[in-house]
């Protein structure tokens, strides 16, 4: 490449850097970009798997089910019938992504970040664990509580048609089904900068859609087993609720930063030890083990609302309009009003 075009090109990466606030950014941006491309590009569709010899049995016992679970989500949710979830891809790792959260010292309000499709949202997510590491790194250098938590799953919202992964085609048929409504829930409304909108919609999908597909085509073990691992699933959520509202009082509290600090690793302790009580409770299953993996910070607890701040609203919805397309039409009305009035909307769809 001749001088000038070198300068060429340093300097229009250079109008890049400043137009997205920095080279980290670029790089940040970069990375995303060629992970979903690599992702894209290594999906194969489902009959070529089907097809092709070497294709374990095992693996083609989950396509098929993952097939019969998209065709569900079509004909009795109406969810998108589009290329979403018909191309499999085998990733080299247990995650497709590795988000990083992180909170101020003292508080639970989560930094954001924004993104030109997604909005606001307070999370990072790289493909390669290292990066994630590393920044997360950079973070805790700025006093920041971190936590670095790993993703099987994710929705580009329907710009790309997002592949079934290796990273959950294992799940159980109705864990299977749970993440595959949540996702394309996802393309049906999506509010950018709204997080607790976008997720208690799309919890309200899943809830919905995994109960009217075990009675559809699941049997008795199957829904024990499901009602098994909601009541679990609800247990954590309200012991994290219980522990993040007690943090919360202490950092609303007129007590010193010390103070603060030293009552925060007692929460923390405390935290810690009611979770092996319930795990007593629940004869010792260890499925919430990995969420104590790093030392526990606000982080941990940050998000923990986002996902079910207003699932009861939205359970009420759907119950009111009593079919998915006049529910959908309802969502997506409410998501055109003003953050403000939507929020209020909610609340009174939660209240009694």
């Known amino acids: 490449m001749a001088p000038l075009a070198r300068w060429s090109v340093r300097f229009a990466l250079g109008i890049v850097c400043l137009s997205l606030g920095g080279c980290t950014q670029l790089r940040y941006y970069t990375q995303a970009a060629q992970g979903q491309y690599v992702l894209w590009s290594g999906a194969r569709p489902i009959d070529d798997w089907m097809q092709d010899p070497t294709t374990e049995p095992r693996l083609k016992a989950r396509l098929r089910k993952a097939q019969e679970i998209r065709r569900f989500a079509v004909s009795e949710l109406d969810l998108p019938d589009n290329g979403s979830y018909r191309r499999y891809a085998a990733l080299p790792r247990p995650f497709v992504l590795w988000s990083v959260v992180a909170t101020p010292e003292l508080s639970l309000q989560p930094l954001q970040w924004c993104f030109p499709i997604a909005g606001c949202v ?3 997510g790289y493909y390669s664990k290292d990066e994630a590491l590393a920044y997360a790194a950079e973070l805790r250098a700025q006093h920041y509580d971190v936590q670095v938590g790993g993703v099987p799953a994710y929705s580009t919202l329907g710009w790309f048609d997002d592949p079934l992964l290796s990273t959950f085609i294992n799940y159980n048929d109705a864990e299977l089904a749970r993440l595959i409504f949540h996702e394309l829930a996802h393309q049906v409304v999506y509010v950018p900068g709204d997080s607790a909108f976008n997720e208690s919609f799309a919890g309200a999908v899943e809830e919905a859609g995994v109960q009217r597909w075990l009675a559809s085509a699941g049997n008795d073990t199957m829904r024990a087993a499901y009602v098994q691992y909601a009541a679990r699933r609800q247990d954590f959520l309200a012991l994290l609720l219980h522990y993040r509202g007690e943090l919360e009082a202490v950092y609303a509290s007129e007590a010193s930063d010390a103070d603060k600090r030293a009552r925060k690793a007692q929460v923390f302790a405390a935290l ?5 009580l319930l795990k007593q409770n629940w004869a010792g299953f260890a499925g919430y083990d990995r969420w104590f993996e790093q030392p526990l910070s606000n982080a941990h607890l940050a998000s923990v609302a986002t996902y079910n701040e207003f699932l009861p609203a939205f ?12 529910f959908y039409a309802a969502v997506h009305t409410m998501s055109q009003i003003k953050k403000p009035e939507r929020r209020r909307a909610l609340e009174q769809l939660s209240s009694p």
């Open 122 to 124: 307070s999370y990072r």
């Open 272 to 276: 810690q030890d009611a979770y092996q």
């Open 315 to 326: 359970k009420k919805l759907l119950e009111e309009k009593k079919n998915f397309r006049a």
